[in-house]
């Protein structure tokens, strides 16, 4: 086992909080990971997987078992059986960003717009990570997983892994624990191949976050370096310099409501309409067919509304801190908490619960975070 001496979980996460862990693994290849969470499993020992920490608000206590910070990196390619297409096989510690800077030089599209996103490809798809209209289930085709129940090594499709709006089958929520306890070793990606000549953009989210008219065409470098600029201004770029920029990305999640709710909510919050899952076929046997099918069912569509608007107009504006705090909202955006320097989990979580409590008192709405709790209470 690859162990090292434990660092701070505060210099392993984006948002520069958590104590220590009583061991600490630098797994730095598949074998190495693999061996080491099997003997962790079977010893029965506290364990945490940690890849680039931008999903992570540790608590400030020290953390009673081991961590395993994946380092393994490397990228595939791989024939695809559609024509236009090719495969990326991607390890699961290899940095998200450098994963589509490699995407967008080698002319493949599909994940251009998630440009800037901290964190590593093995976390991406535990809660779907997405931007701009763009979500990794759109692209993702398998990922090679190793169960905590079996120690087994199997590749899973992406159809098993439950990919929703930011969560999967594999994601720890606030206040449950992942319906399959696994770890993401690797993820393969379908992606097409445009070339670097200039194409049309699909998706009017995409397009509208870009200023792109329905007939304009772009190369996907363009693509890139703008949604990295339009990140940048709102403080979700990494910058070590720029403590705005210390931060999980957007603290808590665009909340999906009932229609009949976010008619409740003022006209002006921003909201979009969430497609609903498609209706499975249903096979009627003969003998219960009377000529007539059953219709589908006519309920609306869910809302997904603005949290960032609800923050703010829950008189809660840019820049908010509580008194004495060094965490506070982002300048630039509502959505992300930061770290000003030196602030503790406690106050980033107090920080969380004001914003929480009121958006709840003026909205009625229980903003749930988007980042990995564990040691901090909302």
Known sequence: MPEIEPRPLAELTTLRAGGAPDRMVEARTVDELVSTLRELW??????????????????????????VVVRTAGI???????????RLRVQAGHSWDDLVEYAVSAGLSGIAAMSGIPGTAGAAPVQNIGAYGQEVV??????ELLDEATGDVS?????????????SVLKHHHGS??????????????????????????????RGALGLDPEATVTLRWVRETVLSVRASKGMVLDDADPDTWSAGSFFQNAIVPAAFA???????????????PVADRVIPLNEYYGISPTAGTAEPDVKVSAAWLIEHAGIGKGFALPGSRAGLSTKHALALTNRGGAT?????????FVQQRVQSEFGLILQPEPVLIGVEL
Do not use: K, Y
Not at 46 to 59: A, D, E, I, R
């Open 155 to 167: 590749v899973v499709p992406a159809s098993d892994l439950g990919l929703g709006f930011r969560t």
């Open 42 to 67: 079977a010893a029965g020992e506290p364990w945490l997987v940690v890849g680039g920490g931008s999903n992570l608000l540790m608590g400030d206590e020290q953390f009673d078992g081991t961590v």
């Open 345 to 353: 989990a406690d106050e980033l979580g107090a920080l969380a619960r």
């Open 263 to 277: 008619r409740t909510l003022p006209d002006a919050c921003p909201r979009w309409p969430v497609a609903p899952d």
């Open 76 to 86: 595939d390619e791989l024939p695809s059986p559609h024509p236009g297409h090719r």
């Open 177 to 206: 624990v992942a319906e399959r306890s696994a770890v993401i070793l690797s993820i393969t990606l379908e992606l097409a191949d445009v070339g670097h000549g200039e194409f049309a953009v699909p998706g009017p989210q995409l």
């Open 138 to 143: 759109q692209t993702l085709v398998e990922v």
